[in-house]
């Protein structure tokens, strides 16, 4: 903790880069979209409260995290994001399709071409650049349908959330650190895929997308929370609705599932007794399911 509030501290003071990270590209089907075409951008720099840490003062970059006591549209889908849904263009994708997203750490200003084109292995953003993940928890994403009669680029998300992905993580028995979060690359390797499908099963209409990692550690109302939401038209063949779903601020408040460990789990040491990601169940396209970890070797 004490490193994260220096390191936040300094990222508040001063210009220096790649403390956090924003999910900022999409691809459809393998193909990648420009930097943040499809995906809400945000305010930055932006003022709003942090959690238990005063001295950092309001101010928030691109990429800094959001938490629990800030704007539920912060939590949502990011800070100021209705600011820029009206120019954020709606992809259409059919039901069944892939979605991958990639992850950026500089701040806009420092953007540059090559570290989001002709990345190898057909990457969104490139490794080369320091493109890891450096915050251990699960990358997750969500589905919440536009109410009847409002277009996605006027919805808030304000109604119900289904999680169609989780990426968490692989328990290793015989390691002292035994919950190994697979998006967390702390070994500096590329980080995994952030790929999934829009269940064959999803009805068709307009939906907020909503990508995010969760760092939950052991201090009850300090999870981090890294969200984006792209915007997107599905065509299906399914009629009627999902399985209903959560509200969000809400499921990401300190006493909901994932959202505080014990000091042991949040240093990977152990898994705590009936953990569950955060953000409620999964849907697999047929039915929602407890959305639990695999505790093997
Ligand atoms: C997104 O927002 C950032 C920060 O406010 C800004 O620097 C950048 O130019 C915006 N990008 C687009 C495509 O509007
Ligand atoms: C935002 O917070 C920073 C840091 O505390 C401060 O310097 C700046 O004036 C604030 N900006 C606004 C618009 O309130
Ligand atoms: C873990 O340790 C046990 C006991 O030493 C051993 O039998 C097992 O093969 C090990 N598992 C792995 C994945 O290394
Ligand atoms: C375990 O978690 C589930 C859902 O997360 C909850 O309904 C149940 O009450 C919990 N059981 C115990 C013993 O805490
Ligand atoms: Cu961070």
Same mark, same amino acid.
């Given at each position: 903790?004490?490193?994260?509030?220096?390191?936040?501290?300094? *990222?508040?003071?001063?210009?220096?880069?790649?403390?956090?990270?924003?999910?900022?590209?999409?691809?459809?089907?393998?193909?990648?979209?420009?930097?943040?075409?499809?995906?809400? #951008?945000?305010?930055?720099?932006?003022?709003?409260?942090?959690?238990?840490?005063?001295?950092?003062?309001?101010?928030?970059?691109?990429?800094?995290?959001?938490?629990?006591?800030?704007?539920?549209?912060?939590?949502?889908? !990011?800070?100021?994001?209705?600011?820029?849904?009206? +120019?954020?263009?709606?992809?259409?994708?059919?039901? !069944?399709?892939?979605?991958?997203?990639?992850?950026?750490?500089?701040?806009?200003?420092?953007?540059?071409? +090559?570290?989001?084109? &002709? %990345?190898?292995? &057909?990457?969104?953003? %490139?490794?080369?650049?320091?493109?890891?993940?450096?915050?251990?928890?699960?990358?997750? *994403?969500?589905?919440?349908?536009?109410?009847?009669?409002?277009?996605?680029?006027?919805?808030?998300?304000?109604?119900?959330?289904?999680?169609?992905?989780?990426? !968490?993580?692989?328990?290793?028995?015989?390691?002292?650190?035994?919950?190994?979060?697979?998006?967390? #690359?702390?070994?500096?390797?590329?980080?995994?895929?952030?790929?999934?499908?829009?269940?064959?099963?999803?009805?068709?209409?307009?939906?907020?997308?909503?990508?995010?990692?969760?760092?939950?550690?052991?201090?009850?109302?300090?999870?981090?929370?890294?969200?984006? %939401?792209?915007?997107? +038209?599905?065509? &299906?063949?399914?009629?009627?609705?999902?399985?209903?779903?959560?509200?969000?601020?809400?499921?990401?408040?300190?006493?909901?599932?994932?959202?505080?460990?014990?000091?042991?789990?949040?240093?990977?040491?152990?898994?705590?007794? #009936?953990?569950?990601?955060?953000? &409620?169940?999964?849907?697999?396209?047929?039915?929602?399911?407890?959305?639990?970890?695999?505790?093997?070797?």
């Amino acid at each position: 903790m004490v490193s994260m509030t220096i390191l936040a501290a300094l *990222a508040a003071t001063t210009t220096v880069v790649q403390g956090h990270f924003t999910f900022v590209r999409i691809a459809h089907n393998g193909i990648w979209q420009h930097p943040t075409r499809y995906i809400r #951008n945000k305010t930055a720099p932006f003022n709003e409260t942090w959690f238990n840490q005063p001295g950092l003062g309001p101010y928030h970059g691109y990429n800094f995290p959001t938490e629990y006591v800030n704007l539920p549209e912060s939590v949502r889908c !990011g800070r100021d994001n209705m600011a820029h849904a009206a +120019d954020t263009e709606v992809l259409r994708v059919a039901a !069944g399709d892939e979605i991958e997203f990639a992850h950026q750490r500089y701040e806009p200003e420092e953007w540059t071409d +090559d570290m989001f084109y &002709g %990345c190898p292995e &057909g990457r969104g953003t %490139c490794h080369k650049y320091g493109m890891d993940i450096n915050h251990p928890g699960p990358v997750m *994403a969500f589905l919440s349908p536009v109410p009847k009669g409002v277009d996605v680029r006027e919805y808030g998300g304000a109604g119900e959330w289904t999680k169609i992905y989780t990426l !968490g993580f692989r328990y290793r028995k015989n390691e002292t650190l035994k919950v190994d979060w697979l998006a967390y #690359n702390w070994e500096k390797t590329p980080v995994p895929r952030f790929a999934f499908k829009i269940p064959p099963q999803t009805p068709s209409g307009q939906y907020l997308l909503r990508m995010d990692l969760i760092w939950a550690y052991s201090l009850a109302g300090g999870a981090q929370m890294y969200p984006s %939401c792209a915007h997107i +038209d599905v065509s &299906g063949i399914s009629t009627g609705q999902l399985p209903a779903g959560v509200q969000i601020p809400e499921i990401f408040s300190p006493d909901s599932p994932g959202m505080t460990l014990s000091w042991e789990m949040g240093n990977q040491y152990s898994v705590d007794a #009936n953990y569950s990601h955060p953000g &409620g169940p999964l849907w697999d396209g047929e039915k929602l399911v407890p959305d639990k970890p695999v505790i093997g070797e």
